[in-house]
């Protein structure tokens, strides 16, 4: 599909119009280091002959018995694989089938980064997952610098949670200087925070962890299913490790083209949520009998804008300002399960009622080390993966470009990837994903929804064209961002016969749509 189809005209022109050059320069990286290959071959043979001690869970994972936890050392520097080692939490639930039907441990990533995945063992109860759990033991991991793996931060979490903030749609010069010291002033607490380590959370490292993991637990082949950013760093690991993959599935899929990683994909995502805000201002507008915010898409739109204004003035519970509003209405770019929630919460509001409001959007203390510690492993890790503009100049004129068709999303995606102008470490060029005919990779399952926002459908694309032997199965006309696994029996389908089976349908199947949300409550 055209970018076009997923972007509309307007976003397609505005990305064409962006004259920046590609982030990291026209020519990528090489797949890995010399150092680093030996350092991860080194790590994996010391990783399979110790293994892990999997025993009961810490109290703080929240797991249910029936999963254990252990850890895995990994070297925080491959090029120094003796040097200082890091451990990075390991959760597991053994398969449930007979014996003879194991096929090995399957590794769960959820994306960020900064996501961890240590519950995602808990999969194995759900109904979509209890035919791939008969074969697989489900494991999960925290990568390195999430939860307590090596935990970095790059603020104190109460600054870092504080709240109300504004979030003007189009900032004023003076609001945009305030932005930028903040991002500066994050950047060094990064820099002093996590020290000389800093370096070292890239996703070529989780690329290379990863691989060590799957040798800790066993196996001489990866089954892997990586979502959103786990897309990436799993592509990563097919282009560094194409002889140690089995079965690996891509779920709402990053663009691997090192000219778009990271400074282009993030401004590619600002029109495809604008077009993802459409679709739930169309969807309240058809249940205007049900919420009253509005018989067409542009009264919607104006309902949440007069909101975000009066918040701007007046802060809901004295913590919901305008950034806190769009942060809590983000979701509905993300999954269509949020859109009934939020419309209620918006009616709710509208009408006199503040509390869903302030519940869907304050800040939660309980966990703002969490939060914190997610968003600084997010900056470390993209901040480091590749060369981001250094002139304020380049992201003000391009950001300002988007904003005037994506109003939504632009400037607080913008905020949030600011500190990579000021990054203090060394920024890498990307490595060139892909597998040659020399070193052949197993056939792989891409899964993509056709209007996804945090993953624009032309990556999905752009992975299959570089991964000899993949398929891809598209969501037609949905957005939700995590496919597999989810409500849609077309798409399960596809994923538990490829799992157990390891056949791949056509380079291309389509699936119809998942039915739209009822309007509730």
Not at 193 to 199: H, V, Y
Not at 503 to 517: F, I, L, N, S
Request: glycine share 8%.
């Amino acid at each position: 599909m055209r970018a076009a189809a997923l972007y509309g005209t307007v976003g397609s022109l505005i990305l064409s119009a962006l004259t920046t050059a590609p982030a990291g320069g026209a020519t990528a990286a090489p797949p890995d280091g010399s150092a680093q290959a030996r350092g991860v071959a080194v790590a994996a043979r010391q990783a399979a002959a110790r293994g892990i001690a999997f025993g009961r869970c810490a109290p703080v994972e929240k797991l249910p018995a029936a999963v254990e936890c252990g850890t895995v050392s990994v070297p925080l520097d491959y090029a120094r694989p003796d040097g200082r080692h890091i451990d990075l939490t390991v959760s597991r639930a053994r398969a449930t089938g007979r014996p003879a039907e194991r096929q090995g441990s399957l590794i769960f990533n959820p994306g960020g980064p900064g996501g961890s995945g240590m519950a995602h063992p808990t999969l194995r109860d759900a109904p979509a997952w209890r035919g791939a759990a008969r074969a697989y033991d489900f494991v999960g991991y925290a990568p390195r610098g999430v939860g307590r793996s090596a935990p970095i931060s790059c603020q104190d979490p109460a600054e870092f949670t504080k709240a109300p903030t504004q979030s003007p749609r189009h900032p004023s010069e003076a609001f945009k200087r305030h932005k930028a010291a903040q991002a500066r002033a994050y950047a060094q607490g990064c820099a002093r925070r996590a020290g000389a380590a800093l370096p070292y959370f890239t996703s070529l490292d989780n690329a290379r962890d990863l691989d060590v993991l799957r040798a800790a637990l066993g196996d001489a082949k990866l089954n892997f299913v990586g979502a959103s950013y786990g897309t990436y760093f799993g592509a990563l690991h097919a282009t560094l490790f194409p002889g140690h993959v089995r079965r690996v599935v891509f779920d709402s899929v990053v663009d691997p083209d090192p000219r778009q990683i990271w400074y282009r994909s993030n401004l590619a995502q600002a029109p495809a949520f604008e077009n993802r805000w459409a679709d739930w201002s169309r969807w309240v507008a058809r249940h205007d009998a049900h919420y009253r915010l509005g018989r067409t898409p542009e009264r919607v739109r104006a309902a949440y804008e007069w909101v975000h204004e009066r918040l701007a003035r007046e802060p809901a519970g004295g913590k919901v300002g305008p950034a806190q509003l769009q942060n809590a209405f983000l979701n509905v770019g993300y999954s269509d399960s949020y859109w009934a929630s939020r419309a209620h919460v918006l009616a709710a509001y509208l009408r006199g009622d503040p509390k869903p409001l302030i519940a869907a959007a304050s800040p939660d203390p309980a966990t703002a080390r969490a939060d914190e510690n997610e968003n600084a492993v997010y900056t470390a890790v993209q901040c480091n993966d590749a060369q981001w503009p250094r002139d304020w100049r380049v992201w003000d004129r391009d950001n300002t470009l988007l904003a005037r068709h994506a109003p939504f999303e632009t400037w607080e995606n913008a905020w949030m990837n600011l500190p990579c102008a000021f990054w203090p470490a060394h920024q890498r060029r990307p490595v060139d994903v892909g597998v040659h005919d020399h070193a052949p990779l197993p056939p792989t399952l891409l899964l993509a929804a056709e209007r996804d926002a945090a993953t624009p459908y032309p990556g999905a694309l752009e992975l299959r064209r570089r991964l000899p032997g993949a398929a891809l199965v598209t969501e037609l006309g949905a957005g939700t961002h995590g496919i597999g696994g989810g409500p849609n029996p077309c798409v399960n389908r596809h994923l538990e016969t490829y799992l157990l089976t390891g056949r791949v349908p056509a380079r291309r199947a389509y699936c119809a749509p998942r039915p739209e949300p009822r309007p509730v409550p």
